[in-house]
């Protein structure tokens, strides 16, 4: 079945550092491909999304693209904050099923330190 | 545009007991879906309702069921509660349509003793 792989973490950085956290996703379908976020204590936020091949997803300086051929939607930005520190989902929606259910990598949590 | 809400916060309760817990839709959202979030684990899609239907269903065994209301908002019920239940659940409603972005309520965090 589908299903998305995200790097493990905690991902540990300083203020103004680039991030990278890779995601790479199986799909028997042409899948939509999400980022969420999940603050301390709170619900999942959408930060980005991508529908169809070489789409580029942009949100508040966080970018990601998706590529088919390596079947991956990796997360960059190129300076973080301390408040980007939070746990960050990679998640895929297949069209193949009747449904748009989302299918979630185990996250990956972000510490930026000043 | 009111957010997706969802009670209560927290709940204990103990094996065997059963729940009921509950979310209001985003204004405008006709399609509503349930995921369980286990300690550092990712959402694990339970079902899906649309126009008070069920339309999808995740790996979860029958006590596991839910409702959705002719206002869009709905409830997950769980019967014979397990210790492995424990978790945070969360709701996410949409408009109609496949690339419509689903919205998610902060959760309910439930805890089995």
């Known amino acids: 079945g589908d299903s998305v792989t995200q790097m493990e973490g905690p991902v540990t950085l300083s203020e103004e550092a680039f991030l990278t956290i890779n995601c790479t996703y199986t799909a028997t379908g042409y899948p939509s491909l999400f980022w969420y976020v999940q603050y301390p204590g709170e619900g999942l936020q959408l930060l980005l999304k991508a529908t169809k091949a070489d789409d580029k997803g942009s949100n508040k300086g966080f970018e990601a693209t998706y590529r088919k051929e390596t079947t991956s939607f990796h997360l960059e930005k190129g300076s973080v904050q301390v408040s980007d520190s939070a746990v960050y989902f990679c998640?895929?929606?297949?069209?193949?099923?009747?449904?748009?259910?989302?299918?979630f990598g185990t996250g990956t949590r972000l510490q930026v330190f000043p | 545009e009111t957010g997706v809400t969802q009670s209560p916060t927290h709940l204990i309760k103990t094996r065997g007991q059963q729940v009921t817990l509950r979310c209001s839709s985003q204004s405008g959202h006709n399609t509503v879906s349930w995921y369980q979030q286990a300690l550092g684990q990712g959402p694990q899609f339970i079902f899906q309702?649309?126009?008070?239907?069920?339309?999808g269903r995740g790996n979860f065994p029958p006590r596991f069921s839910g409702l959705q209301f002719p206002n869009y908002s709905s409830e997950l019920n769980v019967n014979a509660l397990e210790l492995d239940d424990s978790a945070l659940y969360l709701c996410?409603?949409?408009?109609?349509?496949?690339?419509?972005?689903?919205?998610f309520g902060p959760g309910t965090r439930l805890l089995v003793l």
């Open positions: 998640a895929l929606s297949d069209l193949s099923y009747n449904t748009d259910k989302l299918i």
């Open positions: 996410a409603s949409k408009r109609e349509g496949f690339q419509e972005t689903q919205y």
């Open positions: 309702y649309y126009r008070e239907e069920e339309n």
